[in-house]
């Protein structure tokens, strides 16, 4: 792979994210990784990310400068691009003059490998306050802006290269263009990781791990599930059964479907478990967040368990049990929740932070290294109805995280049944392309007085989140149409007894999360 190495900014994933739009399979990597490790891994280039440290502060997350040395292409960005500068001899300074945001940069000379034919002047994303004062031996200087003289540099014989700007976000004019330059002309590199490739590489893969035994597979009805299962069905077919739990906080219509059509279109044997019982028992009392989480997680692999136990029964064979369970869980919950790169553990996302330390089950997780719309691509490959594939995302704990404050059944009803209108009407108004979800959140332990009919009311407020994003690592509060929102508040108002107001959540991830909880 082409392996990102993190220094600790959020631009790690969205790198790899571009990296693969370029047609090059990416990972990530902490940068405390050593140069053993990194050789380790077979890199075929690297890309050192941005960070928010001073490279020359003591304590500045540093990379093992024998890495320097493994003849990998290396492309530094912002605080990679100040490392690369610094541990091959160049020179980092805090010069006073900092540089935030959208910024003129201009090329010296034609911009060799990396930009070159591009403009000479151009727009890039900057965001840094120290700078590269001067380039290491052998460095050529690419471009530079009106604060730095050295913007960008390259060493085509050590296929060296760095940006001090962000080509990986949208706002930098060339970005893209930057990364598959330094890819294909200078890691030499072909585009030739796709959906096909992963399907391939997978099923064999599943084949490998599971020979022929028995397989449960945990499906929500969201996307990733789904691929998830069809994936593995198409690996070893009969071999698998999906188990698709009802929980009690799945929303209105939602286990007809997976019952009906994900079925019909699939072919996949599917066991539907009824724990709504078990769950909200499990629930009552309970308004933490996290604490939340964990139950849920726990239950859903009890319940699995017991699938478990009952197809051996059932089977009356030599007593061998289902030993693997597929479960759809995606890079950026990995990520998340703090495996792999060393980063904060944010929430437990049910499928890996929260996880019985007891688990009985060996995980298949033939999605654990793609971006949701290497997901959905892989989905239509396999021929799940769009339907099903373009479904927004629908985080696995269900409602139990959209209601603050305890879960109980009355509080679920009140919930679906907002929630339903709000999905009704963006539906109607043709906007499901334009968001990337719209968690509808319930502030049940919140009360507001208003006035309905003649009467006065003292009821709860509904909150509408909807986002825009390209992989929910960020993500911006989407500017619905005010006729759409007046109509769902309208509705919901109306016809969900219990609701007397809908206000509209407007914060950006970070700082909000997408999820409330
Ligand atoms: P946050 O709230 O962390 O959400 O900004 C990012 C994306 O992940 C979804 N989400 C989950 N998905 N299990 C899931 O399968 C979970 O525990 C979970 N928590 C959040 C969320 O809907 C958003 O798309």
Request: aromatic share 6%.
């Given at each position: 792979?082409?392996?990102?190495?993190?220094?600790?900014?959020?631009?790690?994933?969205?790198i790899a994210?571009?990296?693969?739009?370029?047609?090059?399979?990416?990972?990530?990597?902490?940068?405390?990784?050593?140069?053993?490790?990194?050789?380790?891994?077979?890199?075929?280039?690297?890309?050192?990310?941005?960070?928010?440290?001073?490279?020359?502060?003591?304590?500045?997350?540093?990379?093992?400068?024998?890495?320097?040395?493994?003849?990998?292409?290396?492309?530094?960005?912002?605080?990679?691009?100040?490392?690369?500068a610094?541990?091959?001899?160049?020179?980092?300074?805090?010069?006073?003059?900092?540089?935030?945001?959208?910024?003129?940069?201009?090329?010296?000379?034609?911009?060799?490998?990396?930009?070159?034919?591009?403009?000479?002047?151009?727009?890039?994303?900057?965001?840094?306050?120290?700078?590269?004062?001067?380039?290491?031996?052998?460095?050529?200087?690419?471009?530079?802006?009106?604060?730095?003289?050295?913007?960008?540099?390259?060493?085509?014989?050590?296929?060296?290269?760095?940006?001090?700007?962000?080509?990986?976000?949208?706002?930098?004019?060339?970005?893209?263009?930057?990364?598959?330059?330094?890819?294909?002309?200078?890691?030499?590199?072909?585009?030739d990781?796709?959906?096909?490739?992963?399907?391939?590489?997978?099923?064999?893969?599943?084949?490998?791990?599971?020979?022929?035994?028995?397989?449960?597979?945990?499906?929500?009805?969201?996307?990733?599930?789904?691929?998830?299962?069809?994936?593995?069905?198409?690996?070893?077919?009969?071999?698998?059964?999906?188990?698709?739990?009802?929980?009690?906080?799945?929303?209105?219509?939602?286990?007809?479907?997976?019952?009906?059509?994900?079925?019909?279109?699939?072919?996949?044997?599917?066991?539907?478990?009824?724990?709504?019982?078990?769950?909200?028992?499990?629930?009552?009392?309970?308004?933490?967040?996290?604490?939340?989480?964990?139950?849920?997680?726990?239950?859903?692999?009890?319940?699995?368990?017991?699938?478990?136990?009952?197809l051996?029964?059932?089977?009356?064979?030599?007593?061998?049990?289902?030993?693997?369970?597929?479960?759809?869980?995606?890079?950026?919950?990995?990520?998340?929740?703090?495996?792999?790169?060393?980063?904060?553990?944010?929430?437990?996302?049910?499928?890996?932070?929260?996880?019985?330390?007891?688990?009985?089950?060996?995980?298949?997780?033939?999605?654990?290294?793609?971006?949701?719309?290497?997901?959905?691509?892989?989905?239509?490959e396999?021929?799940?109805?769009?339907?099903?594939?373009?479904?927004?995302?629908?985080?696995?704990?269900?409602?139990?995280?959209?209601?603050?404050?305890?879960?109980?059944?009355?509080?679920?009803?009140?919930?679906?049944?907002?929630d339903?209108?709000?999905?009704e009407?963006?539906?109607?108004?043709?906007?499901?392309?334009?968001?990337?979800?719209?968690?509808?959140?319930?502030?049940?332990?919140?009360?507001?007085?208003?006035?309905?009919?003649?009467?006065?009311?003292?009821?709860?407020?509904?909150?509408?989140?909807?986002?825009?994003?390209?992989?929910?690592?960020t993500?911006d509060?989407?500017?619905?149409?005010?006729?759409?929102?007046?109509?769902?508040?309208?509705?919901?108002?109306?016809?969900?007894?219990?609701?007397?107001?809908?206000?509209?959540?407007?914060?950006?991830?970070?700082?909000?999360?997408?999820?409330?909880?």
């Amino acid at each position: 792979p082409a392996l990102v190495v993190d220094f600790g900014a959020q631009y790690a994933q969205l790198i790899a994210r571009r990296v693969r739009e370029a047609g090059v399979y990416s990972e990530i990597v902490p940068h405390t990784a050593s140069a053993e490790e990194i050789a380790a891994r077979n890199p075929v280039a690297l890309i050192l990310s941005g960070g928010p440290s001073s490279v020359y502060e003591d304590g500045a997350p540093q990379l093992d400068p024998a890495v320097f040395e493994l003849g990998v292409p290396t492309l530094g960005i912002c605080y990679g691009f100040q490392v690369m500068a610094q541990t091959l001899g160049g020179e980092v300074a805090n010069t006073g003059l900092r540089e935030y945001g959208a910024t003129d940069a201009t090329l010296a000379g034609d911009g060799g490998t990396l930009l070159g034919g591009q403009p000479a002047d151009q727009n890039v994303w900057m965001s840094h306050g120290d700078q590269v004062a001067r380039a290491p031996e052998g460095f050529e200087v690419l471009a530079s802006t009106r604060a730095t003289g050295v913007a960008a540099f390259a060493d085509d014989e050590r296929r060296f290269y760095g940006v001090q700007w962000h080509p990986e976000v949208k706002h930098s004019d060339h970005g893209q263009q930057v990364i598959e330059n330094f890819l294909h002309k200078g890691a030499g590199l072909p585009a030739d990781w796709n959906s096909d490739n992963v399907i391939a590489e997978q099923v064999e893969r599943i084949r490998a791990q599971v020979g022929d035994a028995r397989v449960i597979s945990a499906l929500s009805g969201g996307v990733d599930s789904a691929v998830s299962t069809a994936l593995v069905h198409k690996a070893i077919g009969d071999q698998l059964t999906a188990v698709f739990v009802d929980h009690g906080l799945l929303r209105k219509g939602e286990r007809e479907q997976v019952e009906q059509d994900y079925v019909a279109s699939t072919g996949v044997h599917l066991i539907t478990v009824d724990a709504v019982d078990t769950f909200l028992g499990h629930l009552q009392g309970v308004t933490d967040p996290e604490e939340k989480r964990k139950i849920i997680g726990r239950e859903f692999i009890r319940a699995f368990e017991k699938v478990q136990r009952e197809l051996v029964a059932e089977a009356k064979s030599d007593g061998e049990k289902v030993r693997f369970l597929v479960q759809g869980t995606l890079y950026p919950d990995v990520v998340e929740s703090g495996g792999g790169t060393g980063t904060a553990n944010i929430k437990s996302h049910h499928n890996v932070g929260g996880l019985p330390d007891d688990l009985d089950f060996e995980l298949i997780e033939p999605l654990r290294t793609l971006f949701k719309d290497e997901v959905r691509a892989i989905g239509r490959e396999l021929g799940i109805p769009e339907a099903i594939v373009g479904r927004q995302p629908f985080p696995g704990p269900g409602l139990g995280i959209r209601i603050i404050g305890e879960v109980t059944r009355d509080r679920l009803e009140v919930l679906r049944e907002a929630d339903a209108i709000a999905r009704e009407e963006l539906t109607r108004a043709g906007l499901d392309g334009e968001i990337w979800q719209c968690p509808v959140v319930l502030l049940a332990d919140v009360r507001s007085v208003g006035v309905q009919g003649d009467g006065r009311t003292y009821g709860h407020p509904i909150v509408l989140r909807p986002v825009s994003s390209e992989d929910a690592m960020t993500a911006d509060w989407t500017r619905l149409p005010y006729d759409v929102l007046s109509k769902i508040s309208n509705r919901i108002t109306n016809e969900v007894r219990e609701v007397n107001r809908v206000v509209l959540d407007v914060t950006s991830k970070p700082p909000g999360t997408i999820e409330w909880e």
